[in-house]
């Protein structure tokens, strides 16, 4: 080999060596940013847990909430149906009364018609 070939296969050999060097330094910070990027998942699995765990949280708050809901409207539904039954057994004994004061009423106008007061 002459001294030529030598000298361009010395410059072949340095932008060789170069280019290693770019490419190992493309590498280190290809490696920085997986890093950065395994961190980033970290963070994102831990913040899915929190979540989740918030979320069932919530869910079984809010059933404990709907079936007290549920247990309120039941005794509001119950007091409903008592206090119709009482304004029911008002109204008949109020029908009662009433006939029975009609009654009297009528007995003693009739008294009155027939000859005056029996005192």
Same mark, same amino acid.
């Not at 909430?65 to 539904?77: F, H, P, Q, T």
């Given at each position: 080999?002459?001294? $030529?070939?030598? $000298? %361009? ?46 979320? $069932? ?7 404990? =909430?709907?079936?007290? =809901? $549920? ?15 009482? =304004? ?5 004994? #109020?029908? #009662? ?20 007061? %029996? %005192?």
């Amino acid at each position: 080999m002459d001294r $030529e070939t030598t $000298e %361009r296969f010395d410059v072949i050999d340095q932008r060789f060596g170069a280019v290693d060097r770019r490419f190992d330094e493309v590498d280190r910070r290809l490696d920085a940013m997986d890093r950065r990027f395994d961190a980033m998942d970290q963070r994102f699995d831990a913040m899915d847990r929190k979540i989740d765990e918030k979320f $069932e949280e919530s869910k079984r708050y809010f059933g404990v =909430l709907a079936e007290r =809901l $549920e247990s309120m409207v039941g005794l509001i539904a119950e007091g409903h149906r008592s206090l119709g039954g009482q =304004l029911h057994e008002f109204r008949a004994w #109020t029908e #009662t009364a009433v006939g029975k004061l009609d009654q009297r009423v009528m007995r003693l106008e009739s008294r009155g018609r027939r000859g005056g007061s %029996r %005192r």
